[in-house]
């Protein structure tokens, strides 16, 4: 079968009566229960294994991932996903474990989610970390909803306003809208960083907390972070740090002594958790002492264990229980205590590397990225040009202006080459923004290869700019309509009538 | 580790960047430095990772011993396909499907969830998914609440504990406020005092579990129904045993608008509480309130079917503070996992792992009930779980269970001070008549004790 062939709904292949043998045939519903209660028609297709197999595999086919080539998909960290990760996360003893179980059943899992808490909290200098929110976005509401209830306990429920740089990820202001906070919008300076003044000027008794990433998300190190954070805690205002792009700083510097009180990581992307097409992501949320009391429940508690063997590793002497009776704290942010799963994943790559290997992670996420930037700036703007961490942004402003091509032929031009596009067109204040995020797993020739794809797309957009408006031509699909997909709305496949 | 550069590389690439050193690129002010020794465990081979990992996971006890453990996560039968699958790296390695062009797979297997979740629940439409089944109540809550504008939310008490108190760290943020519901003698909703409160026309959405926390089937009354229409109120089903939506009439058959839940049990890992994959479907007059990713179907430049992310315009990255939700990430990977699911069991599949829930619980509920001092406490009929009162502490029969191996079920008294003497127990298609034998003898045990003074 040819790629290029579509592949069929899965309701448009099985045929009524085609069971797996997966179960013994049930009796019927109406045996158990009023046949009021039951539903008259369950309209599934019924397919053969193998039609299912076939049908997601050749899915699969039209689908790339990073283990298909370079994935530069800027603030998402697409590094190289190892494997025994997902061996461990799926041993018996982790998969199969209940999240009723007891805890004195669930010392591993526990203990787990203890060590991996523990690290957090030493790596971005953070009293402690709940593995509560599932992503980061999810994260960044239990800070900010963390933010509320402490000004609310002390009595300071008019500190109402969240500042917010331009360039911050859009799940910032959309986070503070959710906990009724109302935004202020800081400009960036000529050199990429919040505008220091316009923020002091902006802070005031109304001030409840101010959010930043740094680096910022175009790869600029906010080098005067703790001017901020000081005048934010002088107008008794909370500083809250994005962790989007942890990849940069580990083993570097620390959010915690960098002055913030609140902060989230998306572990999925600096620990290495496979995206999977969007999610399940991972997002713990981390404080300063103050806050720990309004961490979202469950947090692990640790004891001794009596009489543990002195020769033990520490966590090994000790008994963990999950702790849900905390008066102060926001509550749960989800069903169960945490993506547990992911939990394991994380802790299978901090014992990969250790303090020393997460550092050398994030130096060489930054040389990478540095390595692109000098690649390609004589032929492509870099608006800032400096030495960014572990992503930058160019602009195809002037490509535009000349000859018509744009940022997103640029990117569509990269999938032709077999690459995935970087970010394009964040963040909003960098004009035909093409945001490069490599990643410290790719090597050197890996990049000098993607360099010279991306000098002769440029080439190429000068020579002959049509082929670049017409990519891309190697994919499954075209460029996609995606007016007709929003005026007419298809959202589900419907049974014949 | 997992990085490929040599010392070489690193050389050459630093000259070519002109910078002299790895420290050198990444300066920072002084005041900015690292101040302390950083506490992670030094770094570990392979072998020892997976060995210490391994050892961990060997002590949680709880993953195979006989169990009756269900209250929101469920054991079923995960066919082995399902992992040669979801596992692939295409999959397992891909990100949010932005480029559509080389993204057509994954957007067209989430076409196929949505289409799935629509298709069991009744509904018009479904979103590519949400965090779980306790964040979809909360999602599903601010839509009603943005579609009518009002500031309270009635909630049934027979919905899930944590749902609800999900609910509630949610609306604290919003300023919302939260009613709930009595609980009637058979273990559904007071249906009475649901047409009280629906006089009222402050609540943006009233909120009914099927089967709920206690595993009885509930829903509207059709009066329920009628006067929820009349005040203006979004009726909300939850389901967080999805097994069920293979046997039961939809939510949409009593007039919900909004259906959220948790698809676990569609062969997801119970994996210590996640992932899991929560759903969002609601009728076609809510589709631009519904928060998350959604997939359409469309053409390309070749006049080809093509799959995209579409309606953008409710998202974070392009509204901002003014988007639906804030949400981001959805749980494409579970999400995938369930839709293969449901593709290999297909309809006579789930017709039958629903019917074996069904006959598995009622054996498991004679059986118990047959032990003397345990009785069902309610009588409304179940699902899969039911609530079996032991007219002792509950907790303490369980660690009594637990020191025989078996795992009892869920207490209510943490939930419910006054269900303290009730266990909250599951039956699936993998509950076997010797595990049902089992808890018999061992209830028999642990309840035929004198009472104390």
Known sequence: ?497 | MYTPHTERDIAQMLEKIGVGSLDDLMAVPDALKIRAELDVVPALPEYQIARRLSRMAAKNAAADAISFLGAGAYRHYVPPAIATLAMRGEFLTAYTPYQAEVSQGYLQAIYEWQTYICLLTGMDIANASVYDGATALAEGAIMAINANGRKKILVSRAVDPNYRAVLKTYCDGLDVAIDELPVAADGSTDQSSLAAALESKDYAAIAIQSPNFFGVVDALSPASADAARASGTVPIAVVSEAISLGALATPASWGAQIVVGEAQSFGVAQAYGGPYVGFIASTTEHMRRIPGRLVGRTVDNRDQTAYVLTLQAREQHIRRERATSNICTNQAHCALIATIYLALVGKSGLRDIAGLNLERSRELATAVSSVPGCDLRFDGPFFNEFVVDVHRPAEEVLVELQERGILGGVALGRFYPEYADSILMTATELTTTSEIAALASALTEVTNVPARV
């Open chain 1, 1 to 497: 079968m040819s790629p290029h062939a579509s592949e069929p709904l899965i309701f448009d292949i099985g045929e009524e009566g085609r069971a797996n043998g997966y179960v013994e045939p049930s009796r019927p519903h109406v045996e158990f229960l009023p046949k009021a209660l039951l539903r008259d028609d369950l309209p599934l297709p019924d397919n053969t294994e193998l039609d299912v197999v076939r049908h997601f595999t050749r899915l699969s086919h039209r689908t790339f991932g990073i283990d298909l080539g370079f994935y530069p998909l800027g603030s998402c960290t697409m590094k190289y996903n190892p494997r025994v990760n997902d061996q461990m996360a799926n041993l018996p003893g982790f998969r199969d474990l209940h999240p009723y179980a007891p805890d004195g059943l669930s010392q591993g899992a526990l203990q787990v989610m203890y060590e991996l808490e523990r690290s957090l909290a030493s790596l971005f200098g953070m009293a402690a970390f709940s593995l509560n929110p599932s992503a980061g976005a999810h994260a960044e509401l239990a800070a900010l909803l963390i933010a509320k209830k402490y000004f609310r306990d002390n009595g300071r429920s008019q500190r109402d306003k969240v500042i917010v740089p331009d360039t911050a990820h859009g799940t910032n202001p959309a986070s503070a809208a959710m906990c009724g906070f109302k935004v202020v919008s800081i400009p960036s300076d000529a050199r990429g960083r919040v505008d220091v003044d316009a923020l002091k000027a902006a802070v005031g008794p109304d001030t409840a907390v101010c959010m930043m990433t740094n680096p910022n998300t175009l790869g600029l190190f906010e080098d005067r972070v703790h001017e901020i954070t000081a005048a934010v805690h002088a107008a008794g205002g909370l500083m809250y740090y994005d962790g989007a792009n942890g990849n940069a700083i580990m083993g570097n510097v620390r959010p915690g002594d960098m002055g913030f009180d609140l902060m989230h990581l998306n572990t999925h992307k600096t620990f290495t958790i496979p995206h999977g097409g969007g999610g399940a992501g991972h997002g713990p949320v981390g404080v300063a002492a103050h806050l720990v009391d309004y961490l979202p429940t469950p947090v692990v508690r640790a004891v001794p264990k009596q009489g543990a063997d002195p020769g033990l590793a520490p966590s090994d002497r000790l008994t963990f229980s999950l702790d849900f009776d905390r008066p102060k704290s926001i509550g749960p942010m989800r069903s169960f205590w945490s993506n547990f799963a992911h939990a394991v994943r994380a802790l299978a790559y901090i014992y990969a590397n250790g303090a020393e290997g997460l550092k050398r992670v994030s130096q060489l996420a930054v040389l990478n990225a540095n390595y692109i930037r000098v690649g390609i700036k004589d032929v492509l703007e870099t608006p800032y040009d400096e030495i960014c961490r572990h992503e930058f942004v160019a602009s195809a402003q002037e490509l535009k202006k000349a000859n018509g091509v744009r940022a997103l032929d640029i990117a569509k031009a990269l999938l032709d080459r077999g690459y995935m596009a970087p970010t394009i067109y964040f963040p909003l204040i960098v004009p035909e923004c093409l945001m490069i995020e490599p990643t410290e797993t790719e090597s050197k020739e890996t990049l000098d290869t993607f360099v010279a794809a991306l000098r002769d797309i440029v080439a190429t957009a000068k020579a002959d700019p049509q082929s670049l408006f017409d990519a891309p031509v190697n994919t499954v699909v075209g460029r996609v309509d995606e007016t007709r997909a929003a005026r007419q709305p298809d959202l589900r496949w419907r049974p014949p009538a």
